[in-house]
C-alpha cells in the first residue's frame, strides 16, 4: 500500500486533515484585514492573493510583514462583481482574449474558458506569479479563482505552471458532479491526463475539498460550518473560506458581506479553532505540501 499523503505529512492515515484556505486575499482592502486576522489567529492557516486587484499592494506589504505567511497566488482570470472589477496584470493589449469591451476580465468562468487563447492564458498567469515574487511573497502554492484557471483549456498551463515554480497546487481527482459544477461534464480524460502529469512530477493530489463557503443566511454561520467540517473525510482536504471584515466597502463589493464576515471571526476565532478540536480535525498549510515537493 502506498504511502497516504497524510501519512507523508506526518499524520496518521485516516485521520482528517484540513487545509484552511483563506480565498481573495488582495480582492479589496477588507478582505486584506479580514485574512489576515483569520490567519494571525487561526485556525485559518494559508491562503492565496489575487495579483489583478487594486489592493493586492497592500496584501503584499501585509505579508512581507509576516515572514511566516503560507500565502499563494490566486491565479485569476475572472472579474466577477458588478461595480468593482479588474483587468488582467500582463495589460489588455497583450492578453485581448481575457477582456471584454470594457477592457476588464470576464465575469464568469464559462465566459473565461470559451473566448480565452491558452497561450494568453499563460502569459497572463505567469505574469501574476512573477508580479507576486517581484512584491517580495514567498509564493507557497497556486489555486483558482471561480475554478477558471483549472478548466480543461487551461489545465495543462496550470500543471506547467506548477512543476516549473516547484510549488503544489489546488489539485484533486474530481468526481461527475464537481465536473458538472465547473461545466466541465466531458472533461474528465483532460483533468485525469494534467493530474497525472503533476503526480509524475512529484505535486501531492489532494484527498478532498469543502468549497461551500458563504452560501448561507445572516445567522446560520454555525450551523452550515459545523455542516462543513463534519463533511470532511479521511485525508487531506481544502476547506475554502472567504474572510473579510465587514463594513460600507464589503456591502458595496459583495451581496455575500455577512458571510465573509461571519468566515472572518469563525476561521480566525475560537469557535471555529473548538469546532476543528471537537471534532479532531488537524490543520496544516500549503507550505508544508511544498517541502514535500522540495524535499
Do not use: K
Not at 485559518?44 to 486587484?53: I, R
Not at 516547484?166 to 474528465?188: K, Y
Amino acid at each position: 500500500m502506498s504511502e497516504a499523503l497524510a501519512e507523508r505529512l506526518g499524520f496518521g492515515r485516516d485521520e482528517r486533515i484540513a487545509i484552511v484556505h483563506c480565498d481573495d486575499v488582495g480582492m479589496c482592502h477588507a478582505a486584506n484585514v479580514g485574512a489576515f486576522e483569520a490567519l494571525d489567529a487561526g485556525p485559518a492557516t494559508c491562503g492565496s492573493v489575487m495579483v489583478p486587484c487594486a489592493w493586492f499592494p497592500e496584501a503584499a506589504g501585509m505579508a512581507r510583514a509576516r515572514p511566516d505567511a503560507d500565502l499563494g497566488v490566486h491565479l485569476t482570470l475572472t472579474a466577477e462583481w458588478e461595480s468593482y472589477r479588474w483587468g488582467p496584470v500582463a495589460g489588455a493589449g497583450s492578453v485581448p482574449s481575457l477582456v471584454d469591451a470594457d477592457g476588464f476580465l470576464y465575469r464568469t468562468t464559462q465566459e473565461a474558458a470559451a473566448r480565452g487563447r491558452p497561450e494568453e492564458v499563460e502569459i497572463e498567469l505567469r505574469a501574476q506569479i512573477e508580479r507576486a515574487l517581484a512584491a517580495g511573497l514567498d509564493v507557497t502554492h497556486l489555486d483558482a479563482h471561480m475554478g477558471a484557471a483549472f478548466m480543461p483549456p487551461f489545465i495543462e498551463i496550470y500543471a506547467r505552471l506548477a512543476l516549473e515554480y516547484r510549488v503544489p497546487v489546488f489539485a484533486i481527482h474530481p468526481d461527475a458532479t464537481s465536473l458538472a459544477l465547473l461545466g466541465a461534464a466531458d472533461s474528465g480524460r483532460a483533468i485525469g491526463r494534467a493530474l497525472q502529469r503533476l503526480e509524475e512530477g512529484g505535486v501531492p493530489i489532494l484527498d478532498g475539498m469543502e468549497g461551500n463557503s458563504l452560501a448561507f443566511e445572516p445567522g446560520e454561520g454555525l450551523a452550515h460550518n459545523a455542516e462543513r467540517l463534519d463533511g470532511l473525510g479521511p485525508g487531506v482536504s481544502y476547506l475554502i473560506c472567504h474572510p473579510a471584515r465587514g463594513g460600507e466597502e464589503l456591502e458595496a463589493i459583495s451581496p455575500d458581506a455577512h458571510a465573509r464576515d461571519f468566515e472572518r471571526t469563525f476561521y480566525g476565532g475560537a469557535a471555529g479553532r473548538r469546532a476543528l478540536e471537537a471534532r479532531g480535525i488537524r490543520t496544516v498549510g500549503m507550505r508544508a505540501l511544498r517541502d514535500l515537493m522540495r524535499g
